[in-house]
């Protein structure tokens, strides 16, 4: 692919201090070279697990990132990164990303002046899909949302990522439920509601070990066509397509 995106659920960090949730994910700073060595180019950071073990483990993986030449979107030192899209040129084509969570604590969102995420609020995403427009040939949202478990979209779901594509974005991307849901052509754009997992510990139910990647292909700065591609899980984590 020229380009990768996907959604990173957690913090990659040595820092901070265990938040006390049922689930609390932080990686070994090591886990850098995995992501890497595959190849992510972008990576959202606005999901419920990220502030896991506090602001500092989450400002550190902000910064082992940035060090490691992987952008993140939906997060940063203030409210105005956190909402601003990561622009990423392809063969003359600059596409904007933005992401935003619907779920997780508060205490992770981002202030003017302090470091957190991007909160879902519907009329701020499209503020920031419009300045997004300004900079970028095409928008893609990312949203952490939706019901754990289940295999279709809620009104919820589909509220927002219509209204997204309404406010000018060109694909939605859809993560949380560890399963996968539905993909919706919603007017001129594409709307993946759920991608499930991709390397995640889920190996108790045949649907948290699938998954979908994505293939985007793009034409004249617009979304030519997008093909979903079925993955398998193993039992020691390891994702392959499915043949």
């Given at each position: ?8 659920e ?34 959202s ?19 082992v ?23 990423e ?109 991709f ?22 700065k ?22």
């Amino acid at each position: 692919a020229d380009l990768t995106f996907g959604n990173l659920e957690g913090p990659i960090s040595s820092q901070g201090r265990n938040v006390g949730s049922i689930y609390s994910f932080r990686a070994d700073p090591k886990a850098i070279e995995g992501l890497k060595y595959a190849g992510f180019d972008v990576l959202s950071v606005a999901n419920n697990h990220i502030g896991d073990w506090a602001k500092a483990a989450m400002d550190d993986t902000f910064e082992v990132l940035k060090s490691n030449g992987i952008d993140y979107a939906g997060g940063g030192f203030s409210a105005e990164e956190a909402h601003s899209a990561r622009v990423e040129e392809v063969n003359r084509t600059k596409i904007g990303f933005l992401a935003y969570t619907a779920l997780g604590a508060k205490y992770t969102e981002a202030t003017a002046s302090s470091s957190g995420i991007a909160w879902l609020n519907k009329e701020k995403m499209a503020q920031d899909i419009a300045e997004a427009k300004k900079i970028s040939d095409l928008v893609i949202v990312s949203i952490h949302f939706g019901d754990e478990y289940k295999q279709k979209s809620n009104n919820f779901q589909k509220d927002i990522a219509r209204s997204a594509i309404d406010a000018g974005a060109a694909l939605i991307i859809g993560h949380h439920p560890h399963v996968v849901e539905e993909i919706e052509q919603y007017k001129d754009g594409w709307i993946a509601y759920g991608l499930g997992n991709f390397i995640f510990d889920q190996t108790f139910s045949k649907e948290t070990m699938e998954g979908m990647l994505l293939k985007v292909t793009l034409e004249d700065k617009g979304v030519k066509n997008i093909e979903p591609i079925k993955i398998k899980i193993s039992k020691e984590f390891q994702a392959s397509i499915e043949n």
